[in-house]
C-alpha cells in the first residue's frame, strides 16, 4: 500500500486548495444557500447548477466518531479515529480527532477544525473546545 492521496475531482478541486490554505471552503447553491458536501454539479435541493463557494467557521459538533484499531492505510497506523462533526453551517464532514481524546462518548463535543500537515499535504482535523 501506498500514501493515501485524496481523489481530486473538477468539483471538488477548490475545496481541496481552500484546506492547502489552512481555510475550509465549501460549494454553496447561489439560489437557496443550500451547502453542496460533497460538492456536486446540480443542488440536490432546488435542481440549480449555480454555486459558489464559501468559507465555513470549522466550528461544530461531534456526531459519530470510530477508533480503528485494524491498519487500513500506510500512512495512518492504528489505533486512529475517523470522527463525523456537524459544522455550524450544517454540513457533516469526516475528519480526526486531534489533542486529548474525551473519555467515554464524543457525542455532542464542541470542536473546531485545525489544519495538520499529513505527508507533505495539508488536512484538516478537529479538537475539542468545550
Same mark, same amino acid.
Given at each position: ?16 486548495? $481552500? ?28 435542481? $440549480? ?8 467557521? %470549522?466550528?461544530?459538533?461531534?456526531? $459519530? ?22 459544522? !455550524? !453551517? ?12 474525551? !473519555? %467515554? ?8 477544525? !485545525?489544519?495538520?500537515?499529513?505527508? %507533505? ?10
Amino acid at each position: 500500500m501506498g500514501k493515501t492521496q485524496p481523489i481530486k475531482s473538477i468539483n471538488d478541486i477548490p475545496m481541496w486548495e $481552500s484546506i492547502e490554505r489552512e481555510r475550509l471552503e465549501l460549494m454553496v447553491c447561489s439560489q437557496c444557500d443550500t451547502f453542496r458536501y460533497p460538492p456536486a454539479p446540480i443542488c440536490a435541493k432546488c435542481l $440549480s447548477m449555480e454555486a459558489e463557494w464559501k468559507a465555513v467557521s %470549522g466550528r461544530g459538533k461531534i456526531v $459519530s466518531w470510530v477508533v480503528f484499531h485494524r491498519k487500513y492505510f500506510d500512512d495512518f497506523p492504528p489505533p486512529y479515529n475517523a470522527t463525523t462533526v456537524r459544522l !455550524e !453551517e450544517g454540513p457533516l464532514i469526516v475528519t480526526n480527532l486531534v489533542g486529548t481524546e474525551p !473519555e %467515554g462518548s464524543w457525542i455532542g463535543r464542541e470542536v473546531e477544525l !485545525e489544519y495538520v500537515d499529513h505527508d %507533505g499535504r495539508k488536512q484538516h482535523a478537529a479538537r475539542i473546545v468545550d
